[in-house]
């Protein structure tokens, strides 16, 4: 791996119970694996080269503050130093303890996954943490000296109003965090989840711009930066509060990221380790590189994901940058339509544009084996 990746994704897989609509890898269970898991991240870490100075550190999950409060200790110390260190954290697992531990290994930042601060909504999700949990793990981080604090929040929920989600927004606004992402709820087609509430489901799915709009309009008019087309990053302040772990993915830049299922992006090469823990554990304990799936990147990959990947930001991307995927008969129709905005070779989506979220990026880009005669 080059050695200037500044971006490193940890993922901590463990889970006190799977949300149902959840399809990132985790698992129940395994608390006497968490021990021998932290020794296999940390022996993956030492395989690959990263840069002297990090922008960020990433901890996934999962749930990564599920690990006993010395392991997760433990990891941190010996993680690389970063600009921005983040900790994803379920808020009924973080205590005095824990808050104290995070900010005395240097952690800066967390992200609380608050989804839903309606009761009937939150099980319909399967989630443990109700909104006096919110308030009680702010605080306490609040306590401890953390000061950069990001909540998640879902939206297309079932059985979701309008002023559901209005009535969440309220409920977040009221936390005064300096972070907001707010994601679509993805249901994978022939899950438990999506049998379920399949029509409602349905339902939602016409609903999905107004929520977002209504999203965008309340925390743009409360001080918060619309900066990618999910987060939201409070304005006005001395500090650049977007998330820079993140940032690093939308501009395309390289990252490592180590631990089952994660993913790593560097130069022509994209790898992914595999979800198995046993299979990742015996090959670390073995001295061997964990199993994984590769996959190359030709130059035009690249540029179709820097596209699709930068619109979704609301700075500039250089045309000139991207020229070789362009679509110019799509770049003028949707220029036309106001969709799309391009001044002194720079390129945004309008405001209109971002709500209409990635099918305009896609429609920009030339796919293989498309005609460009008409």
């Keep these: 791996m080059s050695g ?97 531990a995070l900010v005395a290994a240097g952690v800066n930042r967390v992200s609380l996954g608050a989804q839903s601060f309606q009761l009937r909504l939150l099980e319909v999700l399967g989630r443990r943490a109700g909104p006096d949990d919110v308030r009680r793990a702010t605080e306490t981080l609040r306590e401890a000296g953390v000061d ?98 993140n940032l690093g993915y939308w501009r395309g830049e390289d990252y490592l990221g180590i631990g089952i299922g994660a993913f790593s992006t560097a130069g022509d090469l994209r790898w992914r380790n595999k979800p198995s823990l046993s299979r990742y554990l015996t090959a670390l304990e073995s001295g061997e590189k964990p199993p994984r799936e590769t996959e190359a990147l030709d130059e035009a990959t690249k540029l179709r994901e820097r596209l699709m990947l930068g619109l979704r930001l609301d700075e500039p991307l250089t045309a000139a940058e991207i020229e070789p995927v362009l679509d110019r008969g799509a770049l003028e129709r949707f220029s036309n339509l106001g969709l799309v905005r391009v001044e002194g070779g720079l390129m945004t989506l309008s405001r209109r544009g971002r709500l209409l979220g990635g099918g305009i990026s896609a429609e920009l880009i030339v796919w293989p084996g498309d005609s460009l005669a008409a």
């Excluded at 940890?10 to 395994?30: E, N």
């Excluded at 010996?78 to 600009?83: D, G, S």
């Excluded at 972070?179 to 339902?203: D, V, W």
């Design 4 to 100: 200037a990746v500044t971006h490193l994704y940890v993922h901590i897989p463990f889970c006190a119970a799977r949300c149902d609509y959840c399809d990132f890898v985790s698992l129940t269970g395994h608390f006497d694996q968490h021990e021998r898991y932290v020794e296999a991240l940390l022996a993956e870490l030492e395989r690959e080269r990263l840069a002297p100075e990090l922008e960020s550190v990433y901890l996934g999950g999962g749930t990564p503050t599920l690990l006993e409060a010395e392991l997760l200790s433990a990891l941190l110390e010996r993680l690389p130093a970063a600009t921005e260190l983040t900790v994803e954290a379920n808020p009924e697992t973080v205590t005095p303890a824990l808050a104290g």
């Design 148 to 245: 950069n604090i990001s909540l998640d929040l879902l939206y297309g929920i079932p059985g979701q109003s309008g002023r559901d989600l209005d009535a969440d927004l309220d409920e977040a606004l009221s936390f005064e965090p300096e972070h907001l992402s707010c994601y679509e709820l993805e249901a994978k087609p022939g899950t438990r989840f999506s049998r379920a509430h399949g029509a409602q489901l349905l339902e939602q799915a016409e609903a999905l711009e107004d929520h977002l709009e209504l999203v965008v309009e309340r925390l743009s008019a409360s001080g918060y930066r619309w900066y990618e087309i999910g987060n939201f990053a409070r304005a006005g302040a001395e500090r650049d509060l977007r998330g820079a772990h």
